[in-house]
Each structure stands twice: as C-alpha cells, then as structure tokens.
C-alpha cells in the first residue's frame, strides 16, 4: 500500500470544474481554487487537480485540560481532555482569540507532529477521558480529526469537537459521526454579525446545532462570546434564547463568555460581569436549565443547579470543582431528578491544572 504524502493529505469535498478549478464543498464558503491556491483556511489546496490537505499529522501544540476549559460542564466533570489543534480556520473573526494559530501562514513547518496512533496512546497513557479538537475549528483538518477520533475510540478515549459549525451537510453527518460531544460556538445571533464581524453566515451554525439535536446522540453544549456594543443587546439575546428552547430545548447548556480585546478589535473593552449575569437571567427566564458565565470569576453563576429542586449540584470555581452532589448515574442526591449530561461516577480531580506536552 502505498504511503500518502502527508504534505498534501488527500481529501474528498470538492468537485472539479470544466474550466480546470476546483470547488471545495467541505463548508459554505465553497471556495473555487486554482492550481496551487488556498482555501480561505488556508489549509485546504488546490493540488494537480484536487483539494488536499496540508497540515495532516500536525499540530500547534498539545495541551491536558480540565474538560471545563473546552467549555463543557456536563461531559464527566472535572475529568482531564488532551487537546490539540493545527493551523488555519475557515471563519475570520475579528474578534479571534486563538489568531496566532488560526491566522498563521508559517505554523505547518513549525509545530509538532504526530500521526493518530500516537495521539490517541498518549491520550490513554496520561489518563485523560478524552481527546479534544481545538484551537482552531477541527472542521478544516477533518480527515486529520476523523483519523485520531478512530484511533481514539479503539483505545477507549471520547472525542470531542470544539468548534463554530461552520460545515457543509454531508461532511457534517460524517465528521459528527465520530464524535461523543461538541462545543459549539454560536457566535451571534444575526447574519448582519456573522457577515460584519466573522465573514461568514449564521444559517449554516443553526443547521448545525438542529441536526446534532434531532439526529444525533452526541452530546453538545453551546458558547457565545458577548461583545460590547456587537452582539449583547436586549434584543439578540431574547431571539437567541427563544430559538434555542424552541429548536433545543431547555437542557442544552448555553455559556456566555467574557470578551476580552484581541486581534482586529483591541479598542472594544471586556465585557463587565453584568453583561453576562444580564444574558444569564434572560435565558434563564426563557426556561433554560443550565445557564453560565465564563471567562469570569463568579461562583454562582459557573456552577450547576438541579432543574428540579434547585440545589446547586456542582460548584465551580474557574476550572476547579467543589462540592459535587450528583450519584454515579448523574442524578441529584437531595431530589433524584436526572440532570442532562453524561456522568460516570464521581466527579474528577483534574482540577486547573494546564499540562503541555510534546513529542518526539
């Protein structure tokens, strides 16, 4: 069997025009390539007459995790999830907070490289539940992803995608089949936003989040940065909280996270705690269950509460849980009410801590 240059991964989305370009059909964008040009990802080519891959078995660094981080608070807490990514992002927010890796135009010969196998193994050795990909959006490198996921269920590792669900429909089904949870990244709630802010659409999000919740088991929790002035107004929040029970439901956790000036927008200020708790309360009263604030310290409102009796569940302090009263099967231990999630035992006890790693 002959070996694939991983140089130029081979990849399937696109179909080949009369006049000799190429369409990718991996996301909406659909990018028409000449030979040799890049995707708006930039790491998906036109390569002699296909679109290929050009970062297949390398990453901007690998880093252990407390699953909280990812965000996802209902994805065995307070286990540990080895997280990875690679270069390149297929939306350009200005807002971007990972720029340095979702930006870059050098990093494919200057980050660390490892094939599935080795990911997957070094994700079992350090004792991690999970592997997550991160970073930039894991759509972009799908064939990379896919390839670690299968080799990190073989091991008996979850895989989860953190990503902004920005994807085509038959790539969607394939590359979602591979994953046990998602953070999905809902970055606004108006295509005006999408258009101005990340040069992209919002359709396409909400096609994404639709088909996880109707014709998936995978669990998934949603996270919208708020940003002064862009997308926390009175009324977005409203829309966006009314869709989400109306299309999800109400056990879907939603997290509101706190801007901070980055990238293109470094004279927006940080969005103040009373943003957040704001947004909170709105989706709360829409009937949401389980409602946070991130990127902030606040106790209250980054723990959980039980829909039922109201008790809080599981404190959190940043990434650091405390007082924890769920049974091994996720279910309140004052009321027994069934919290939404996916429990395994007790809590974990990875804590905050961050663990780079690195191959060789």
Partial sequence: MNTPNLDYFPTKYWTKLADGRVTCTLCPHKCTLREGKRGNCFVRMHQQGEIVLTTYGRSSGFCIDPIEKKPLNHFYPGSSVMSFG?????????????WDISKSREIDTLCDSAMPETIANAALAAGCKSIAYTYNDPV?????AIDVAVAAKAVG????????????????REFFSYMDAANIDLKGFTEQFYHKICHGQLQPVLDTLCYLKNDTQLWFEITTLLIPGENDSDQELHAMCQWIVEHLGQDVPLHFSAFHPDFKMLNTPATPLATLLKARSIALNYGMHFVYCGNVS????????????????????????????LDDNGHCQHCHYPLAGVF??????????????HFI
């Avoid at 395994?344 to 790693?357: E, M, S, V, Y």
Wanted: one cysteine or more; charged letters at 20%; hydrophobic letters at 25%.
């Fill in 86 to 98: 690679t270069a390149g992002c297929n939306l350009s927010c200005n807002f971007c907070q990972n």
């Fill in 140 to 144: 972009i490198f799908l064939e990379y």
């Fill in 157 to 172: 590792v979850k895989n989860i995608a953190v990503t902004a669900g920005y994807i085509c429909d038959e790539p969607r």
């Fill in 298 to 325: 606040d106790v209250k409102s980054d723990s959980t509460y039980c829909p039922n009796c109201h008790q809080r569940v599981i404190e959190r302090n940043w990434y650091q849980l405390g007082q924890y009263q």
């Fill in 344 to 357: 395994d035992g007790q809590k974990g006890d990875f804590g905050r801590q961050r663990l780079p790693i």
